[in-house]
């Protein structure tokens, strides 16, 4: 047959202290623009429809045939058309759909057993001649073909196409004739003929799925990784990764882990890889409790602010929670606890004795409790953050503010979880940074302005309702929100030289480069 023949065989700057009295006077915080788009299923399902349409009216072929080819080429219709207009004949071979055939050979039997569509007319099942099957080579009346007319019994067509759905994944639905030098992509009519098992044609209908398709076979779009959400990001400017879904859950686009900003692609995994190391975290990754440095009263931490007061009355010492520093160490010019210092206890006998490897175990657990101790945070802030509507309304019931009045509370513990999320992450990037650079100076500079205004903005919320003054939070919400601006702008600054660097043939100074991987805004 000629028509056979077709189908045969032949990829900030630190800011002076005086800026603080009055956050209204520094630069405004602008939000930035989000160029990331959240799709629904039915608007991925919507949106895929409408370009399998567009096909059918530009090439005058069959929904299914449009299908098939927007799949071969990654729903990019410009290179589809492309590709068609200069050689239809070609493209359809290739991506195994079914043009310019003269006759229709397809044998497809009806689901109700009524009888079989032979070249789309419907005919009795008596009417079917007995022909060999060219897998068994046994004679029988009960078989199927595409359109190229290569007949199979069902039980060999059945038991091929259940090994496909098997074994090929979403890549069962591209299945092939069984003639081996056919390219004819089995239509789904013909599969839901013969697959009647419940699991496999739900296996085969993920694969089938416009949706899922439209999503998973463009590297522009992503599935939210949280569970039960089934929404879909289309990606935006080139280079911004981190996405907060409608959901509300944020991942990097590039890495599909949580959002990672301002560390890399690159540092996260290693971190990851690092942390999972029992030789160097088995003793040090959880503490729930630490040892008052003044009486050596144990003492749990049940909040996400770091300054805590001993309880022990006749102590009352106020510490760091992180590095166990006296609290009044903990602001201004004086705040250092977010520095890794190799020459803290050099004088010392003890750190005379440290050898090179110990030195290393102390740096990467400096950076990993302050990690660990902001992801813990985080989740006793987020519990306070749940519970924010039932102090907003003590608040009001106090009398002298109204609902609205009290929703700065609600806007001061959002800037509270992103500057802790941020934080957390802040850890990660700093530690692969090199240890003699002047960015790596700057970077701690602008970390420690925002660690230090976080701490305070976590103890504004911490207090009881009646304690709570509205200017002093707004204040601090607001230069907080200023202070993780400025640092992720610098991480960004950075980059964007590193990048003009190696645009010009340059080589990096620093074996940690900012601008490896991720990017620093934060889309919301």
């Not at 049940?302 to 160490?329: I, Q, R």
Request: charged residues 30%; contains cysteine.
């Amino acid at each position: 047959m000629d028509d056979d023949e077709d189908y045969m065989e032949d990829s900030d700057v630190d800011e002076d202290d005086d800026d603080d009295d009055d956050v209204f006077e520094g630069p405004a915080v602008t939000a930035v623009e989000s160029t990331f788009t959240v799709l629904t299923p039915e608007e991925c399902l919507t949106q895929a429809e409408k370009e399998v349409q567009s096909v059918v009216e530009l090439l005058c072929c069959e929904p299914g045939a449009a299908h098939i080819l927007l799949r071969h080429f990654k729903w990019d219709r410009d290179k589809l058309t492309d590709a068609y207009m200069a050689d239809p004949e070609a493209v359809a071979k290739k991506a195994g759909v079914a043009v310019g055939f003269d006759t229709d050979g397809s044998i497809i039997h009806l689901l109700d057993g009524s009888g079989v569509l032979v070249g789309g007319i419907t005919r009795p099942l008596s009417s079917m001649q007995p022909l060999p099957c060219q897998i068994c080579y046994e004679s029988s009346s009960a078989y199927s073909a595409l359109q190229c007319g290569h007949p199979f019994c069902n039980a060999c067509y059945t038991t091929f196409l259940q090994h496909q759905i098997a074994d090929e994944g979403h890549e069962c639905f591209f299945a092939r004739c069984p003639e081996p030098k056919c390219r004819l992509v089995v239509s789904p009519r013909l599969v839901r003929s013969l697959i009647r098992e419940a699991g496999e044609l739900r296996r085969y209908d993920r694969a089938a799925s416009l949706a899922r398709s439209y999503v998973d076979d463009q590297p522009s779009l992503k599935w939210c990784p949280a569970p039960d959400c089934g929404r879909a990001v289309r990606g935006g400017k080139p280079g911004l990764l981190s996405v907060a879904c409608s959901c509300t859950h944020r991942f990097c686009f590039q890495c599909m882990n949580e959002d990672h900003q301002p560390a890399t692609c690159d540092n996260l995994a290693k971190w990851t890889v690092k942390c999972r190391d029992d030789s160097e975290t088995y003793n040090w990754l959880v503490a729930n409790t630490k040892a008052c440095p003044k009486c050596a009263t144990s003492i749990e931490k049940n909040g996400g602010c770091n300054h805590m007061t001993c309880k022990n009355t006749s102590c009352k010492h106020e510490f760091c929670w992180v590095c166990s520093g006296p609290w009044k160490d903990h602001s201004g010019s004086y705040y250092n606890c977010n520095k890794f210092d190799p020459d803290k206890d050099k004088e010392t006998v003890d750190g005379k004795k440290k050898d090179s490897s110990r030195v290393a175990l102390e740096r990467y657990l400096h950076y990993y409790t302050r990690f660990n101790n902001h992801h813990n945070s985080l989740k006793l802030e987020i519990d306070a953050k749940a519970n924010m509507e039932a102090k907003i309304k003590e608040m009001e019931a106090l009398g002298d503010n109204t609902w609205m009045d009290c929703l700065y509370l609600n806007e001061a513990n959002e800037a509270l979880h992103e500057c802790r999320y941020a934080l957390k992450y802040t850890y990660v990037f700093a530690f692969y940074l090199p240890q003699e650079d002047n960015f790596r100076d700057h970077f701690e500079m602008e970390q420690r302005n925002l660690e230090c205004q976080t701490e305070e903005l976590a103890e504004h919320l911490e207090r009881d309702v009646k304690d709570i003054q509205r200017m002093e939070v707004v204040h601090c919400f607001q230069m907080a929100k200023k202070r993780l601006r400025n640092l992720m702008e610098l991480v960004e600054a950075e980059r964007s030289d590193w990048r003009r660097e190696q645009a010009a043939g340059g080589s990096s100074t620093s074996s940690g480069q900012p601008g490896s991987s991720s990017d620093v805004s934060m889309v919301h």
